[in-house]
């Protein structure tokens, strides 16, 4: 730990270029609402979207588009990528 901080202080970075990277990428991309979280928390649970709707007492198409938005937002192909990438961000727990 020592070695670390004199290097840090020295002016070296105490982060390797990966982890660099990969909070980079965190901090610059687009937060998910809470709605947006909580639809993908049933989406983990193995809920449809007519399911999904029923429960929070939204049109399908609102979920839809909630759905859309969180691809987007997590660059996430589908719903299973969405939620492997959200628990990744500890956005949901496994």
Known sequence: LA???RHV??????????????LTRYIAAEKLSEREIEVLGLVSQGKRNKEIADLLVVSEDTVKMHLKNIFRKLHANDRTQAVVIAIQQGLLEA
């Open 9 to 22: 202080a020295a002016g070296g970075r105490s982060l390797s270029e990966e982890s660099v990277g990969r």
């Open 3 to 5: 070695a670390q901080v």
